[in-house]
């Protein structure tokens, strides 16, 4: 399979740089698998395509506040972005410069309220600088005070004061993340109780999404393409939840991407177990999926892991077509944009690509 498979045209203005007035304001593109029927819907009609007895899976990270500003020693300036916690004093972050430090190099981080925070840089993983921040606070507290939050790249905005909340989901709890896990960020309260409501169980999976998932796949054949890892935990009650939601004909249903590789690597054995680790995880056509029976997504980028990912999920052809539909129907793209509700194809190998 190649890259260019997965290739698609999006014109600039459907990419979304801003989220929609209410988080269940957005529009929603159903895709029957076993069909590829195409339904135009609002959000809040995914009620009507749940069952009761069904099991809907989250995310429940929560993304901190992981790019920050500030200058070398010499005085030129930097900019930083987190791409992993470490410990509660080091992390691994993308640092851009005129100049890539070395180690050793000292580092001042400026916060908008005049603080600042000197770092130092102590060796390289890969392509990431390996940073410490000072001992007397966690990063994560630093960053809460000084960071901003880590829009993706294609909102080429700075991000405002709306963006601390409606980057996050609801839902989240456990800090970590630098990316939103997207699909969750158009669900409010009163959705998430309508869905209880009408019997749909509900559980939670945690996966600290990083900055990896916006890099480029850069290889031509993809199966040559090499996953970043992701931390993630699955625990002994979302198993079971699963197991009951299967042993009785419910769905498991993934709310996100991050959901799905959680509970697929959880399940590599077999049968799920409870996980805690990372994850690298790479989904593509031809992958049999042994947990997920519907996936709620937002619309990923071209030749991205992620539009791989569905592909697998529903069908090469059923995708392809889906996404020119929604091009053509002007649906909003990417992290702020409208959703998918994709059942799965269970003749999804047959359509390659070849």
Do not use: W
Not at 294 to 312: D, G, K, R, V, W
């Amino acid at each position: 399979m190649q890259l260019s498979d997965f290739d698609y045209h999006l014109p600039e203005h459907l990419i979304a740089k801003t989220p929609a007035t209410q988080r269940t304001g957005s529009r929603l593109l159903s895709l029957e698998g076993l069909t590829g029927k195409l339904e135009d819907l609002h959000f809040p009609d995914l009620l009507a395509g749940l069952n009761t007895g069904d099991l809907m899976v989250f995310n429940n990270t929560r993304v901190i506040p992981a790019r920050v500003f500030g200058a070398k020693s010499t005085g030129g300036k930097i900019e930083m972005l987190v791409e992993r916690l470490v410990s509660a004093t080091q992390v691994l972050a993308h640092i851009r410069s005129s100049k890539s430090p070395k180690a050793g190099a000292q580092l001042v981080l400026h916060g908008d309220s005049g603080e600042q925070v000197d770092i130092m840089v102590v060796g390289r993983e890969g392509d990431l600088f390996i940073v410490d921040f000072p001992a007397e606070d966690p990063v994560i507290a630093v960053l809460e005070r000084i960071g901003h939050m880590p829009l993706p790249p294609y909102i080429d905005r700075a991000d405002v004061e709306e963006d601390k909340e409606r980057y996050q989901t609801v839902y989240n709890e456990h800090k970590g993340a630098v990316a939103a896990p997207t699909a969750g960020l158009h669900f409010d309260d009163a959705l998430l109780d309508a869905i209880k409501a009408k019997g749909v169980n509900i559980a939670f999976v945690t996966l600290h999404v990083g900055a990896g998932t916006f890099q480029p796949v850069r290889v031509s054949n993809i199966e040559d393409h090499h996953m970043h890892a992701e931390y993630m935990v699955v625990d002994e009650a979302t198993c079971q939840a699963v197991k009951d939601t299967k042993a009785r004909g419910g769905r498991v249903v993934a709310v996100g991407t991050t959901s799905v590789r959680c509970l697929e690597t959880a399940s590599q054995s077999g049968e799920i177990q409870p996980f805690t680790g990372d994850t690298d995880i790479f989904i593509y056509p031809g992958y049999q999926f042994r947990v997920i029976d519907a996936l709620i997504t937002n619309f990923h980028l071209p030749e991205s892991t992620l539009l791989m990912l569905i592909s697998a999920f529903a069908g090469y052809d059923f995708v392809k077509n889906a996404y020119r539909h929604a091009v053509e129907q002007q649906y909003r793209f990417f992290s702020y944009g409208d959703a998918m509700f994709i059942t799965k194809n269970p003749n999804a190998e047959e359509q390659g690509p070849y």
